[in-house]
């Protein structure tokens, strides 16, 4: 089975704190990707990225960064949380192009207080 | 972008009776076209897709949807539902706008909550 692991269920952090929220895929997936997750609003894409190095923007990125050093590794940066981004996080893997199933962690709840 | 509209964001239904969950897309491309669900406290999961081919899909768990072109449909049907069922269900749409590097991030709709009751 497919597993992505996001490091933490739960974090609080303080408004201008730097955040890092790591996420690991164990099947060398090429691609990976960052949501928001907020009610009424669904799922909104930060980042993904389709190689090692790679990024790409997604619909939301501002106040956001990322990075990817190791294939099976992607990290989403806040440079300086606001209470703005508290919200689910989750983050996804896939193999192939267009069409390819994508396979989530369970999410990271953030609160920036 | 694409946009996905999801027209009910809370659908009731009774145990072993019949549910639709309706989603619409706007694209003048070709569209791959995906419903997850989540249960509670977990990440999505695949339910089905559709990329090409036959117009109805079946998916995991009893489910089926039909992709209609001409009314830029993709709803999902379950002739008898269970408790079980209780969850999120998002519908979603491949987006060329963030396909970079062959990658495929999708563009979703808002949610619906199925609320199966006894």
């Known amino acids: 089975d497919v597993k992505v692991t996001q490091s933490s269920r739960y974090l609080v952090k303080r408004t201008g704190e730097k955040v890092f929220l790591e996420c690991v895929q164990d099947?060398?997936?090429?691609?990976m990707f960052w949501y928001r997750q907020d009610p009424g609003l669904g799922l909104r894409l930060i980042y993904f990225?389709?190689?090692?190095?790679?990024?790409e923007k997604g619909d939301i990125p501002e106040g956001y960064s990322v990075s990817r050093e190791k294939k099976e590794r992607f990290s989403l940066i806040l440079e300086s949380a606001s209470t703005n981004q508290t919200s689910m996080y989750l983050c996804?893997?896939?193999?192939?192009?267009?069409?390819?199933?994508?396979?989530f962690g369970q999410g990271t709840r953030l609160t920036v207080v | 972008a694409q946009s996905v509209t999801q027209l009910d964001s809370q659908v009731p239904v009774f145990e072993e009776a019949p549910v639709e969950l309706r989603c619409n897309y706007s694209?003048?491309?070709?569209?791959?076209l995906f419903w997850y669900v989540q249960y509670p406290n977990q990440g999505l999961q695949l339910l089905l897709k559709?990329?090409?081919?036959?117009?109805l899909v079946k998916g995991i768990n009893g489910f089926e949807a039909e992709f209609n072109k001409s009314q830029t449909s993709f709803h999902l049907r379950k002739p008898s539902v269970h408790i079980s069922d209780t969850a999120e269900y998002f519908c979603?749409?491949?987006?060329?706008?963030?396909?970079?590097?062959?990658?495929?991030?999708?563009?979703f709709g808002k949610g619906t909550h199925l609320i199966i009751q006894p």
């Open positions: 099947m060398d997936h090429e691609n």
């Open positions: 559709y990329l090409s081919g036959s117009t």
């Open positions: 990225s389709y190689d090692v190095k790679m990024k």
């Open positions: 979603a749409v491949s987006d060329p706008l963030y396909s970079g590097g062959g990658a495929d991030g999708l563009t």
């Open positions: 996804a893997s896939s193999f192939g192009g267009r069409g390819a199933e994508a396979f």
């Open positions: 694209s003048s491309v070709s569209v791959y």
